[in-house]
């Protein structure tokens, strides 16, 4: 009985069958859709170093013969024989994939798959449908890759583009004239390898599906209950606004002593750093320096309660602190009146964009965060180590995702920020969302979170970890300067690096566009590792303007 695979799977070719002489079988067709059905043999790098291991339609075998287009039969579109002991040592993968020829889509093709098929037994086979594609115009199948022994994978990655797209990725280059195709060599009745027995079933026809809904712009992050709405224009003054504050009036000066800016005989007085008709001072006060008669020597103390002896706009220096005039001029409640602490109601209550409080006491629920996020606390809160556990210690280690948690529970309200991280609280309602270990700075312990894999063939350690969170509850997401929120389409990329969350819902994959390649080229990102995103309307990413 053949095996399944899914997307991503990956199986030992000496799992599935102890031959090395196989046969490869794909169908994939639509309404007035034709395919270019190809396989490409790559080095180590990935690259298709030698023009001779492109087998296509007008190149239907390899030099020795290891890789064979055999034409359609059995009910495949297109069929291969590989024989893996004839492949020579630096062909290192076998890459089959289908591109269209003309116009159209591969979201437009009906159900297909790929199959292996191992002395007239199908062994294996991948099954795909164009339900799980959208603009692209080719995709890649599946791989036979060498690492240690020979392995099949399942990867079903759509690519924008088709042939000609496909070969630049893999390093190859496209000659001016294409030459006519040749037509495909006949199939040779090998009982080692040849298909199952049976007579060839046509592909059947399928309609074209209904156009796609119209892609819903994400929410915001933490989703607010409404758009917020732009602040009114200011209008522009007609004239340059000189100054910018209320002039202050400085009090009468006593009896019997001299004006402000004046000496003893009524001559006017300057002091180092201040103007002419500035109070001179008359007695040292606390804590206030001021210069000597004259205005040589070091600074003397001024006299308590009046100005300070520094031009307006000029910074305290020295440990000066400002002085306030007797006029009813801003006190320092005043001034500190906009940094107050925001006021209590909710359980998670941002104070500013770089800090947030939660309120123990409002449910009663304790509170994970990360170790050292504590910056203030009030009341009676104890603050305990939150170990992962020994299987939770080897799952973060060796996934990247681990989290050092504290647990925070009690009466009172407890302060977190991080290197004067931006933080944003999301509400989850039973829902669910991705985001990095290294993004979390704190959440109710009413959610549930646990290391998923992102799968993708090719990249350096076989693939991407994240956390998923789920329940009802709060996540505070910390980024790096403002996020931008997109809505997930079919030609969302993202940068590993960058990327700090997305909804559950979306389907991720790895981009072929950097993985495959060992140099940069005009149109290439120069990123390590892209994320391309998919999902229905609603879904979305969250991205930082720095990489991690």
Request: net charge negative; hydrophobic share 35%.
């Amino acid at each position: 009985m053949a095996r399944e695979f899914q997307r991503g799977h990956k199986a030992k070719i000496g799992d599935l069958t102890a031959g090395t002489d196989l046969y490869v079988g794909v169908q994939i067709a639509g309404p007035g859709l034709t395919f270019d059905i190809s396989c490409f043999g790559l080095d180590a790098e990935e690259r298709l170093s030698d023009d001779r291991y492109f087998v296509f339609f007008n190149q239907p075998k390899t030099p020795e013969e290891s890789v064979q287009l055999l034409g359609a039969q059995a009910g495949d579109s297109e069929s291969f024989r590989v024989t893996l002991d004839k492949i020579p040592p630096h062909i290192r993968k076998l890459s089959f994939t289908a591109a269209l020829d003309g116009a159209g889509q591969v979201s437009q093709i009906g159900p297909g798959y790929l199959r292996i098929v191992a002395g007239g037994e199908e062994v294996a086979r991948y099954s795909f449908t164009g339900s799980e594609f959208s603009t692209e115009r080719a995709v890649m199948l599946g791989d036979f890759y060498l690492k240690d022994v020979w392995r099949f994978a399942a990867v079903g990655q759509g690519f924008d583009g088709g042939l000609e797209a496909l070969l630049k990725n893999f390093g190859g280059e496209v000659a001016e004239e294409a030459e006519a195709p040749a037509p495909p060599p006949a199939a040779q009745g090998v009982p080692g390898f040849a298909p199952p027995s049976g007579a060839a079933a046509p592909a059947p026809s399928f309609g074209v599906p209904a156009a796609p809904a119209p892609q819903q712009p994400a929410p915001d992050f933490g989703p607010p209950q409404g758009a917020p709405q732009a602040p009114p224009a200011a209008p522009q003054p007609t004239e340059p606004q000189v100054h910018l504050a209320p002039t202050l009036a400085a009090p009468p000066a006593p009896y019997g002593q001299p004006a402000p800016g004046q000496d003893p005989y009524g001559r006017q007085q300057t002091v180092p750093g201040g103007f002419p008709g500035q109070q001179a001072p008359q007695a040292p006060p606390y804590g206030q320096p001021a210069p000597p008669p004259g205005g040589y020597g070091p600074p003397q103390p001024a006299p308590y309660g009046q100005p300070g002896q520094q031009p307006p706009g000029a910074p305290y220096g020295g440990g000066q602190t400002p002085a306030v005039p007797q006029g009813g001029g801003p006190g320092l409640g005043v001034v500190l009146d906009k940094y107050k602490e925001a006021p209590t109601g909710r359980r998670w209550t941002p104070q500013n964009s770089k800090l947030i409080r939660v309120d123990l006491g409002v449910d009663g629920q304790p509170v994970l965060a990360r170790q050292g996020s504590m910056v203030l606390y009030q009341g009676k809160v104890d603050f305990g180590y939150k170990g992962a556990g020994f299987r939770g210690r080897i799952v973060g280690n060796a996934t990247g995702q681990e989290m050092q948690l504290m647990r925070c529970t009690g009466q009172g309200q407890v302060f977190f920020a991080e290197n004067s991280a931006h933080v944003h609280p999301i509400e989850l309602q039973g829902d669910a969302i991705c985001v990095s270990a290294d993004s979390v700075l704190a959440f109710d312990e009413s959610l549930q979170h646990e290391v998923r894999r992102i799968e993708g063939h090719g990249i350096p350690g076989g693939a991407l970890f994240t956390m998923q969170f789920q329940g009802t509850g709060t996540l505070v997401v910390k980024t790096q300067g403002t996020p931008v929120v997109l809505p997930v389409t079919p030609t969302t990329f993202a940068d590993a690096n960058a990327i700090v969350a997305w909804s559950a819902g979306s389907q991720v994959i790895i981009s072929s566009q950097v993985s495959l390649r060992r140099h940069a080229f005009p149109g290439h990102s120069g990123e390590t590792v892209n994320l391309q995103f998919r999902g229905a309307p609603g879904n979305f990413i969250v991205v930082q303007p720095y990489e991690v």
